[in-house]
């Protein structure tokens, strides 16, 4: 008898750091994960959407429409109170093309010069949208509130993660930035994280499905 296939789910992201984190939240479900790298090349559309929703379905989409298997996109930033939400959808793109993750990191501290800590507060939020062959879409929205360090700390993660102090579950603020957590630490609390545990929530419940169904939204 031929064993079954388990059922593919693509992640449509360039970035290595994304995919390695949705690789660990999915582990032990009956998927296999694969990369835009075994899709020969599939190249990402522009990210012009309003929204990180609108975003994350503008990738998602131009996937499903080269691959044909259920696909699934994110999109996130970090909003600053004190710049009014900026960079919010266009974290990825502050300052313009070209620059690194830590010289978008030191231009945001230097719009920060003078802002004292308690006008420091910020978030970061993402949503993941989940499309599947035949029309069904899924959406799931998490976030953590948190501060913008006065300098750059630690190593780990990527974006932001070494300027933005996470609050825990607690609520309090955490004296470790997000580039200091160990991967578990970060995907314990990180916006991706719970956005990953709601998805994965969803999957091993039935409530979404990658061979079609209802659409679903869900939000932490």
Do not use: W
């Not at 298997?69 to 710049?83: C, H, I, R, T, Y």
């Not at 959808?89 to 978008?104: H, I, M």
């Not at 599947?132 to 300098?151: H, M, S, T, W």
């Not at 091993?204 to 939000?219: K, T, V």
């Amino acid at each position: 008898m031929q064993a079954r296939r388990r059922p593919a789910l693509v992640v449509a992201t360039g970035n290595p750091g994304k995919r390695k984190e949705i690789e660990a939240a999915l582990v032990g479900l009956d998927v296999e994960v694969l990369g835009l790298d075994s899709l020969g090349g599939v190249a990402l559309p522009e990210e012009n959407g309003g929204t990180y929703a609108h975003n994350a379905l503008i990738k998602a989409r131009a996937v499903l429409d080269a691959a044909g298997l259920p696909v699934l996109a994110d999109d996130s930033g970090l909003e600053v109170d004190a710049l009014n939400g900026e960079p919010g959808v266009y974290s990825a793109r502050f300052g313009g093309p070209g620059l690194s993750d830590r010289q978008r990191c030191r231009l945001l501290l230097e719009r920060l010069d003078g802002v004292p800590d308690p006008q420091r507060s910020a978030r970061f939020r993402a949503v993941l949208a989940l499309l599947v062959p035949g029309g069904a879409v899924y959406l799931f929205e998490a976030g953590v509130e948190g501060r913008i360090a006065r300098d750059l700390r630690g190593s780990g993660g990527f974006g932001y993660d070494p300027v933005f102090y996470p609050r825990g579950d607690d609520g309090r603020l955490l004296s470790k930035t997000m580039a200091q957590l160990t991967p578990e630490e970060k995907n314990r609390i990180s916006h991706r994280g719970r956005a990953l545990r709601l998805l994965r929530r969803a999957l091993a419940s039935g409530a979404a499905a990658l061979d079609g169904g209802n659409c679903c939204q869900a939000r932490n």
